[in-house]
C-alpha cells in the first residue's frame, strides 16, 4: 500500500490507507487509467483482512475529497463497517451497522460516496438484505435521505436494534421520502408486508404496514391476520408532541395476550375501539372514546359483554373537568376540580390525617401523599348487569348488579361524603342482600352508619338485618349495633360501646351501660368493663351481663383466648348451637 501512497499522496490523507501502509494488496485483474481515475475488470482484491473484492469498477476523482465517483458491478465484496469506514471519507453510519460484523455484497454500487445508488443483496451475521435504495449522506445521518425497497430475510432485528425483545423479521417494503439513519430522526413513508416477526419469543406472521413513520408517530393503516391476534388498524398515534395524540379506529377481530407473551392471565379480547384523545394518563386526558362489541374471555370460561361504551374527558370553565363513562355495564361521572389519578389519594390522606392512629392499625396509608390540596368534585357510579364482571378479579365473589354509589369531596372545606348501595353481592358460600353505607366526615369528626338486610349462609339459614351506626371523634368511635331476629341468641340486640386504641396500639372496646338488649330483655353491664385486643392477646374486665339471675361472663384465658359462662340460663335455648355450620 505505501508503493501505491507513492504514486497517489493524497491516499495518505485516507485512515486505511494510512494505518495499513505495510500491508500487502493482492490485485489481479485488467486495470488501466490514472490512478485518480481508475477503470478496471475481471478484477480480484484482498487487502489485508479487511477486504476481498471481485467484479468490475469505473472511477474518477478518487483523491478529491468529496468527488470520489465509482460505478461497481460486484460478484462479491467482503468486507466489515469498520474496515468500510476508514476507506470511505466521512461515512460514519449509526452504531447498529457495526453489528451487521462481516457482509458480503454483491451487485451494483453506483454514484459518490455519500450520495449512490445501491442495487444488490448483502448478507451478514445477522441476516440477508437485498435493496434498491438511493441514499444521499451529504448532510449527515440526520438528514440523510433515502428511497427504494427493502428485502430483508431472516434479519436478526433485536440485534440490529439492541433491544432483546425482538427477534428475527423477514419483511418486503417500498420505502420512499425517508430522512434520518437514527431512530431519532427517521421520518419515511413505507408500504410494505412483514412476512415473519418475532416478538417477546412469539412469532408474528403476514402484517401489513402502509403509512408515515416517524420516530414518535405513525399516520396510516396496519393489518395482522395472526392465530393469536387479528387486527385492522387505520388512523394516527403521535407521540412527538408534549402529550400524546390518539386518532384511530381499530377493529379487534381477536387478542389473546397471553399467547402472545404479553400477559401471563388467560384472556381473550373482541371488539372495536375509534379513539380521539390527547394525553398519557387518566388526569390529563381529553378527548373522546368509543368502544362496540367488546367481549373479554377469562380461562375459556367467564366471559363479559360490553356492547357499547363511552368515554369522555373534558374541560369545563372556570378550570373545573368533566370525566364521563357511559356502557352497558354502568355509567360514572366524576366533576369539579381533581386530578383523576390522586382521588384514591385523597381519600387515604384524608383519613390518615384526621384518624392517625386507626389508620396505622388497618394500614391505611397514602403511598405518595400529597402536598396542598384544593380539590372539590361530586362523584357517581350507577352500576348495570355485570354479567359477573367481579369473577374476573376472585372467582369467590359474585353480584353488585344495579350498586349505586355517589359522594363529593371538598379539600378546602376539609370534607368528604359516601354513600353506597348493593342490592346483592355474595362470597363463597355466603349472600348479602340490601347493604348500605353512608359516611360523612368533616376533619375529625364524622358519622357512618353500615347495614346489612339480610345474610344467607350456605346451608340456608338466613339471619336477619344487622345495623352499626357511630360517630368517629378522632381516634375515639363510638357506635351503636342494634340486630333484630338476628339468629338465635343475637335475636333483638342493641348494644352502644366505644372504641379507642391503647398506647400499645391494642383495640380497647368499652360497652355502655344500660343499652345492651338481647333476646328482647334488657340485660346490665358494669360501666368499668372492657374488652382488650392486642398483637397475640386478648383480655377482659368486669365483662359480665345480667338480668335478673341469668348470668353471662367472658372471661380471659391466659391473656391468649376467651371463655364464655352462662348461668341459669335456659339449655334449651343453646340447641341452635349445634347446628351452626361448621367451615373450614
Known amino acids: 500500500i505505501a508503493d501505491i501512497i507513492e504514486f497517489a499522496p493524497a491516499l495518505n490523507n485516507n485512515p486505511f490507507f494510512r494505518e495499513n501502509s505495510g500491508e500487502v494488496v493482492r490485485i489481479k485483474g485488467i486495470i ?42 460486484l460478484k462479491s465484496l467482503k468486507t466489515d463497517m469498520q474496515t468500510i469506514r476508514k476507506l470511505i471519507p466521512g461515512f460514519n453510519p449509526p ?34 438484505a437485498e435493496m434498491f435504495m438511493n441514499l444521499k449522506l451529504r448532510e449527515g445521518r440526520e438528514k440523510a435521505e433515502y428511497s427504494g425497497d427493502l428485502y430483508l430475510n431472516d434479519f436478526d432485528l433485536g440485534k440490529w436494534s439492541g433491544n432483546s425483545d425482538f427477534g428475527k423479521v ?31 419469543n412469539y412469532l408474528y406472521k403476514k402484517v401489513a404496514l402502509n403509512g408515515h413513520l416517524e420516530k414518535d408517530l405513525f399516520d396510516g393503516e396496519l393489518e395482522v391476520h395472526d392465530p393469536n391476534v387479528d387486527l385492522t388498524f387505520a388512523g394516527t398515534v403521535n407521540f412527538a408532541s408534549e402529550l400524546p395524540v390518539f386518532n384511530f379506529r381499530a377493529d379487534l377481530g381477536h387478542l389473546a395476550p397471553n399467547n402472545l407473551n404479553l400477559s401471563q392471565k388467560d384472556l381473550r379480547f373482541h371488539g372495536k375501539v375509534d379513539l380521539n384523545l390527547k394525553g ?60 383523576i389519578d390522586n382521588i384514591p389519594t385523597l381519600f387515604l390522606q384524608f383519613f390518615e390525617t384526621y384518624h392517625p392512629r386507626i389508620s396505622e392499625k388497618l394500614g391505611i396509608a397514602a403511598k405518595n401523599p400529597l402536598e396542598a390540596d384544593s380539590s372539590s368534585f361530586e362523584y357517581s357510579i350507577e352500576l348495570k348487569d355485570l354479567q359477573h364482571l367481579t369473577a374476573f378479579i376472585d372467582d ?28 346483592k353481592w355474595s362470597y363463597a358460600n355466603a349472600t ?22 339480610e345474610t344467607e349462609l350456605g346451608n340456608g339459614q338466613k339471619l336477619a338485618p344487622v345495623r352499626l351506626i357511630g360517630y368517629f371523634l378522632g381516634d375515639t368511635v363510638e357506635m351503636s349495633l342494634i340486630a333484630t331476629n338476628f339468629y338465635k341468641i343475637m335475636d333483638d340486640v342493641s348494644i352502644d ?42 383480655q377482659t374486665k368486669n365483662f359480665v351481663l345480667t338480668s335478673g339471675k341469668q348470668r353471662i361472663v367472658l372471661e380471659n384465658v391466659k391473656n391468649k383466648g376467651l371463655q364464655l359462662q352462662l348461668n341459669n340460663y335456659p339449655i334449651q335455648e343453646l340447641e341452635f348451637i349445634r347446628k351452626i355450620p361448621r367451615h373450614k
Open 32 to 73: 488501466k487509467g490514472a490512478v485518480n481515475s481508475l477503470d478496471a475488470r475481471d478484477l480480484v482484491i484482498d487487502i489485508a483482512d479487511g477486504v476481498h473484492l471481485e467484479g468490475r469498477f469505473n472511477t474518477r476523482n478518487l483523491a478529491v475529497k468529496d468527488e470520489q465517483f465509482v460505478h461497481m458491478n
Open 95 to 128: 452504531e447498529n451497522f457495526y453489528r451487521l460484523g462481516r457482509i458480503n455484497f454483491s451487485g451494483k454500487f453506483d454514484g459518490f460516496f455519500v450520495d449512490f445508488v445501491a442495487d444488490g443483496k448483502l448478507r451478514s451475521n445477522i441476516g440477508t
Open 170 to 200: 423477514t419483511l418486503n417494503a417500498h420505502v420512499k421520502e425517508g430522512v434520518g439513519l437514527t431512530l431519532n430522526a427517521v421520518n419515511a413513508k413505507v408500504n410494505g408486508v412483514i412476512d415473519s416477526l418475532e416478538f417477546k
Open 280 to 339: 398519557n394518563n387518566l388526569s390529563n386526558i381529553v378527548g373522546e372514546a368509543n368502544i362496540a362489541d367488546l367481549l373479554v374471555v377469562k380461562n375459556h370460561r367467564d366471559s363479559l359483554r360490553v356492547n357499547n361504551g363511552f368515554i369522555r374527558s373534558a374541560e369545563l370553565p372556570g378550570g373545573a373537568k368533566e370525566f364521563v363513562v357511559n356502557s352497558s355495564l354502568g355509567d360514572a361521572s366524576v366533576v369539579g376540580r381533581f386530578n
Open 396 to 423: 369467590r365473589i359474585d353480584g353488585f348488579d344495579e350498586t349505586a354509589i355517589k359522594g363529593h369531596y371538598d379539600g378546602v372545606e376539609q370534607e368528604m361524603f359516601i354513600e353506597i348501595d348493593i342490592p
Open 432 to 453: 348479602f342482600s340490601d347493604l348500605y353505607l353512608n359516611m360523612k366526615l368533616t376533619e375529625d369528626e364524622g358519622n357512618f352508619s353500615i347495614g346489612v338486610f
Open 497 to 538: 360501646a366505644v372504641l379507642t386504641l391503647d398506647t400499645d396500639d391494642a383495640w380497647h372496646v368499652q360497652f355502655l351501660p344500660g343499652r345492651v338488649v338481647i333476646l328482647n330483655q334488657p340485660w346490665d353491664i358494669d360501666e368499668n368493663n372492657f374488652l382488650r385486643i392486642g398483637e397475640g392477646s386478648v
